[in-house]
């Protein structure tokens, strides 16, 4: 149910590859709560995903750029504050791969070439992305940027890999770029840490089904949806979160509170 949370918000949506994609269905809520988006992912993304049926329905035009860019983020962002005709009031950062895990790499053996890799496709993107964005003037004031994480920056899950400490980057970035943007222009940049969710990226995980279902047991209320999330994040980029900033929000059904549930030992 659209309530217009959004209505004369422009945004800028990262990360969009599939309709099984967060990024995905954050655009498709966003654009029912009546904001104007831009969409954009890494080249390589756009030629094998499928944005473009994304973005027809939803009257969105796509700017290509590698967030490891400064170039590109910069041509981006110009872009963005040409089409909307004024600054952005809202982003979205869902952006994360590491060439480790597609690879098998365990953790204890991993190539540190491609950490770094992940580093900055996965982290560093969202300084960079936050940088430019501040040098251009392109956010509103009192605008919203979220970052999508996982509760792996925190706490071990060994088959996430090298993605764990990117998590960790991530969210400590929207804690002190936050402080600077926040001072600035009141500008808001939290992460969200969402539950396991059946993504393109996230499936490619080992071990991942297992983890998905553990998790659901374990959380009670289940695991939260993309579309839940969906929802989370238009309530973050809306003026009803106009005080909240620097923070790591749990979206995870309960799961990052709990100890142990008994219906994960079948009692």
Known sequence: MANNLLHGKKGVIFGALDEKSIAWKVA???????????????????RFGQINELAAKLGAEIVPADATSMEDLENLFR??????????????????????????????????????????????????MMQVMMKLDAMAEGGSIVALSYIAAQR?????????ESK????????????HYGVQKK?????????????????GVKGFAE???????MSPLGNASAEA???????????????????NLYHDGGFSTMGMNPAVLGL
């Open 79 to 128: 872009r963005a504050l040409e089409v909307f005709g004024g600054p952005i009031d809202f982003v979205l950062h869902s952006i994360g791969m590491s060439l480790n895990v597609r690879k098998g790499k365990p953790y204890t053996d991993l190539n540190h070439e491609w950490m770094l890799k992940t580093f900055d496709i996965s982290a560093i993107s969202f300084h960079r």
């Open 229 to 247: 999330c969906a929802d989370y994040c238009v309530v973050m980029f809306s003026d009803l979160t106009r005080m909240v900033t620097m923070q």
């Open 28 to 46: 498709e809520r966003c654009h029912e709560e009546g904001a104007q988006l831009l969409l954009t992912n890494a080249p390589v993304a756009l």
């Open 156 to 164: 071990v899950f060994p088959d996430y890999n090298e993605m764990a």
């Open 168 to 179: 960790a980057l991530l969210e400590s970035f929207a804690r002190s770029f936050g402080y």
């Open 211 to 217: 983890f998905f279902d553990y998790a659901d047991k």
């Open 187 to 203: 500008v808001r940049v939290n992460t969200i840490s969402q539950s396991p969710t059946k993504t393109t990226a996230g499936t």
